[in-house]
Nanobody
Framework: QWHLAESGGGLVQPGASLRLSCAASGRTFGRNTVGWFRQAPGKEREFVAAIRLSAGSTHYADSVTGRFTISRDQDKKTVYLQMNSLKPEDTAVYYC???????????????????WGPGTQVTVSS
């Protein structure tokens, strides 16, 4: 059982940066995967980035590689998504999820995640 809470979203101009946080509670922050996904109006939920909590290995969607960085703080049980060079197409509600049983090949799919936070809105507009 996990409880997740995202924060850090907001309204920014193109080229700006934001750092999102995903705070987890209720379980040991260990051998699981945390993923960031986003969903724009009328669109399907889209993979953004993921991190293996124990090893710290990271994975990114092609659309954000080089701009976004996912990281984790084991002591704080928090996963971060640093977003730089934001573009209007990054506008979406951003969700974090925890996958307890996902294999490497499945972490890009929302169905692999067991628990989700309520999301935080990111709007990039001039």
């Amino acid at each position: 059982q996990w409880h997740l809470a995202e924060s850090g979203g907001g309204l920014v101009q193109p080229g700006a940066s934001l750092r999102l946080s995903c705070a987890a509670s209720g379980r040991t922050f260990g051998r699981n995967t945390v993923g960031w996904f986003r969903q724009a109006p009328g669109k399907e939920r889209e993979f953004v980035a993921a991190i293996r909590l124990s090893a710290g290995s990271t994975h990114y969607a092609d659309s954000v590689t080089g701009r976004f960085t996912i990281s984790r703080d084991q002591d704080k049980k928090t996963v971060y998504l640093q977003m730089n060079s934001l573009k209007p197409e990054d506008t979406a509600v951003y969700y974090c999820g925890v996958a307890t049983r996902a294999i490497l090949s499945s972490i890009r799919f929302p169905n692999s995640y067991d628990s989700w936070g309520p999301g935080t809105q990111v709007t990039v507009s001039s």
